[in-house]
């Protein structure tokens, strides 16, 4: 697929015809569902092949700044003509999520004229959702705020719940506000170009959702891993609809993660462990796939899931070529886990998995994580 657009003709993105592009002529189907987890502001998500082009009528006429991953721009057929929104492209990546980006951004902001009516539009993977929504939320002490994902990753997760986050060199994510967005259109489409590492990494997220969640998520992921896997129009939006609608059922009942929310962190008690001693070198949903799998074992060894219930499990990570790969020292892996925050005293919140499609939080001491790790 060819960009068709000309970067030094304007530095303007408007849209004049169906967006990304109208390659099948297939059906829209626009899913709307509401999240309003604070009671504050609402994020209304559109979901479906054509979802992009709505958004691109909603923007005629608006003022506003698209911060855009470049890798998009090039492998997308992206129509850009005038004058509305100025275009900024960014290359996607982790090295992005920075305090001295989000400077540069903030001040291209002033000098395109942006101001408190303006709205950001961020078109790329999560870090460019993180950057444009921890920008947003300072520009003018915050502006509106758009989301156009393009990753499997931040349609399945980081584009809804209003999370933005900048990296420090003492650590990932430790500078952020919280901003959600108002209109999240999600248009399945611009999977079809995202490298595979990424795009696996994010159905390790909708893994994580089925098997803690949604029974039938996981039946659906089961039933169709082949046109999952070829990143089917159709598929993609089912899958991402039913993750995102178990994301906001836990993230309503528990807007400040003080219980349920903790359910979404499935996986993540190792796979952040071995993401850090990796140093960033493992995408983050690989890690968290190779945490399912040690979730799994915990579940066994606490007798929490049934024989083939487990067996279930396995099958399905697999299926998706996650395999229960060797770990690294457990002393390096344990360093890291102490110091997670889901960890209070010895003890750690474990999302447990406790059937197909059910999980519960379960206070778990780090010695007994410990000993299951050293089995594996
Ligand atoms: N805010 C949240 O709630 C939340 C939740 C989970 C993760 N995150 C953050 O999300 C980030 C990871 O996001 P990600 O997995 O989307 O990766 P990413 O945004 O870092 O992008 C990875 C690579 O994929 C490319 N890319 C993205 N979409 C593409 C497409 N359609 N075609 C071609 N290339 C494409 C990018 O250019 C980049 O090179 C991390 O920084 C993580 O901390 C945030």
């Known amino acids: 697929m060819r960009c068709h657009h000309s970067r030094n003709a304007t530095n303007a993105i408007a849209v004049t015809r169906p967006w990304p592009h109208d390659r099948d002529h297939r059906a829209c189907r626009v899913i709307t569902l509401h999240c309003q987890p604070t009671g504050e502001r609402a994020t209304e998500i559109w979901l479906g092949a054509g979802a992009a082009t709505a958004l691109a009528r909603r923007a005629v006429g608006r003022r506003g700044f698209a911060l855009i991953?470049?890798?998009?721009?090039?492998?997308?057929?992206?129509e850009l003509s005038t004058t509305t929104f100025h275009q900024q492209l960014v290359r996607g990546g982790e090295h992005l999520k920075t305090l001295t980006t989000a400077e540069a951004i903030l001040r291209a902001m002033v000098n395109a004229n942006c101001d408190r009516g303006s709205v950001l539009l961020a078109i790329g993977g999560g870090s460019v959702g993180d950057l444009g929504g921890f920008c947003a939320s300072l520009f003018a002490r915050g502006i509106e705020l758009w989301h156009a994902p393009t990753s499997m990753l931040s349609m399945v997760d980081s584009s809804v719940g209003g999370k933005t986050?900048?990296?420090?060199?003492?650590?990932?994510?430790?500078?952020?506000?919280v901003h959600p967005a108002t209109?999240?259109?999600?248009?399945?489409?611009f999977v079809r170009s995202e490298p595979e590492t990424g795009f696996r990494s994010g159905l390790a997220e909708a893994i994580k959702m089925g098997l803690g969640l949604d029974a039938e998520l996981f039946a659906l992921l089961e039933?169709?891993?082949?046109?999952?896997?070829?990143?089917?129009?159709?598929?993609?939006?089912d899958v991402v609809h039913r993750?995102?609608?178990?994301?906001?059922?836990?993230?309503?009942?528990?807007?400040?993660?003080t219980g349920r929310r903790r359910l979404l962190n499935l996986g993540h008690t190792l796979g952040h462990a071995l993401e850090a001693v990796l140093e960033g070198r493992t995408r983050h949903g690989i890690c968290v796939a190779r945490g399912l799998w040690f979730a799994l074992d915990v579940a066994r060894e606490l007798s929490s899931m049934s024989k083939a219930e487990l067996a279930r499990a396995e099958q399905l990570l697999r299926r998706y070529g996650f395999e229960r790969t060797a770990l690294p020292s457990i002393a390096s892996l344990m360093t890291f886990l102490a110091h997670d925050k889901k960890v209070i005293g010895n003890v750690v919140h474990?999302?447990?998995?406790?059937?197909?499609?059910?999980?519960?939080?379960?206070?778990i001491e780090l010695s007994q994580l410990a000993k299951i790790l050293s089995q594996g």
């Open 243 to 257: 993750s995102l609608a178990a994301k906001i059922a836990v993230i309503e009942q528990d807007p400040r993660e």
């Open 69 to 78: 991953d470049d890798a998009v721009a090039n492998n997308q057929h992206l």
């Open 165 to 177: 986050a900048v990296n420090l060199p003492e650590g990932k994510n430790l500078i952020g506000t």
């Open 350 to 363: 474990f999302a447990l998995p406790t059937g197909i499609g059910r999980s519960e939080p379960r206070a």
């Open 183 to 189: 209109l999240v259109a999600i248009d399945p489409a």
């Open 223 to 237: 039933r169709q891993s082949a046109l999952v896997l070829q990143r089917d129009d159709e598929l993609i939006t």
